[in-house]
């Protein structure tokens, strides 16, 4: 079993910036890739950005790419996401989530374990 617990979400004005962390405990979870999704209210579930177990690859999903970024930290069981020039659409729950890539075309985290989450706000 793999707990983990998000922290650092909060409210912000837009334009501003955020640090998200994720710190994971358990069962050992270094082979895992970690990654961030987030839920806004009445919208589905949606992929923000993820990390390989090793740190060599990160991916993002387009809405974040160049505002956003994932990180690990050196012991592996911790996950950061750093978040700048946040905009009110990026307004959503955060969850941390341990998994495994797929490597299509276009990579995807299928995730194995969630967070509880971390509540974001950005106002305009």
């Known amino acids: 079993q793999v707990q983990l617990v998000e922290s650092g979400g909060g409210l912000v004005h837009a334009g501003g910036s955020l640090r998200l962390s994720c710190a994971a405990s358990g069962r050992t979870f270094s082979n895992y890739d970690m990654g961030w999704f987030r839920q806004a209210p009445g919208k589905e579930r949606q992929f923000v950005a993820a990390?390989?177990?090793?740190?060599?690859?990160?991916y993002y999903a387009d809405s974040v790419k160049g505002r956003f970024t994932i990180s690990r930290g050196n012991a592996k069981n911790t996950v950061y996401l750093q978040m700048n020039s946040l905009q009110p659409e990026d307004t959503a729950l955060y969850y941390c989530?341990?998994?495994?890539?797929?490597?299509?075309?276009?990579?995807?985290?299928?995730?194995?374990?969630w967070g509880q989450g971390t509540q974001v706000t950005v106002s305009s």
């Open positions: 990390i390989t177990w090793g740190g060599g690859s990160t």
């Open positions: 989530t341990a998994g495994t890539t797929l490597w299509g075309r276009v990579p995807s985290l299928a995730p194995g374990y």
